[in-house]
């Protein structure tokens, strides 16, 4: 398959040309003006965006984000102290470990039987 040029594109992409060539020779000054506007309230859009997705993350409310930080912190100061206690009991003491039971069994055979050694098959 050969790719085709976009005519269309190139098309568009001419006719723009000229018309922003045109706008510079005719009035300069407005389409700075424009220019600027457009920048400015393309800043304002992406603020107000920015602040109405970070709000939608945080869940919202201040006072509700305080106040789930004071509980994750009070939980890791908890759960910090439960295991500097532990690491401490577990070095003191050496390591047991368990021995799953096996669940394979001997069988005692009747070593008091003597075998003859001329009914085996391989003689």
Same mark, same amino acid.
């Given at each position: #398959? $050969?790719? !085709? @040029?976009?005519? *269309?594109?190139y098309?568009?992409?001419?006719?723009?040309g000229?018309? *922003? *060539?045109?706008?510079i #020779? $005719? =009035?300069?000054?407005?389409?700075?003006r424009?220019?600027v506007m457009?920048?400015?309230? %393309?800043?304002?859009?992406?603020?107000?965006?920015?602040a109405?997705l /970070?709000?939608?993350a945080?869940?919202?409310? &201040?006072? =509700?984000?305080?106040?789930?930080?004071? %509980?994750v912190?009070? @939980? !890791? $100061? $908890?759960? !910090? +102290?439960n295991?500097n206690? &532990?690491?401490t009991?577990t070095q003191?003491?050496?390591?047991k470990?368990? /021995?799953?039971p096996? +669940? *394979?069994?001997v069988?005692?055979g &009747?070593? @008091?039987?003597?075998?003859?050694?001329?009914? /085996?098959?391989s003689?």
């Open positions: #398959m $050969k790719k !085709q @040029s976009p005519v *269309l594109l098309i568009i992409i001419g006719i723009a000229i018309g *922003l *060539l045109s706008w #020779m $005719k =009035e300069p000054g407005n389409l700075l424009t220019i457009t920048a400015i309230v %393309a800043t304002l859009i992406f603020f107000v965006a920015r109405i /970070r709000r939608r945080y869940g919202g409310n &201040n006072d =509700e984000m305080r106040k789930y930080r004071r %509980a912190k009070q @939980s !890791q $100061k $908890k759960y !910090q +102290h295991t206690t &532990n690491k009991r003191s003491r050496p390591i470990r368990r /021995r799953r096996s +669940h *394979l069994t069988i005692k &009747n070593k @008091s039987i003597k075998i003859n050694d001329n009914d /085996r098959a003689n």
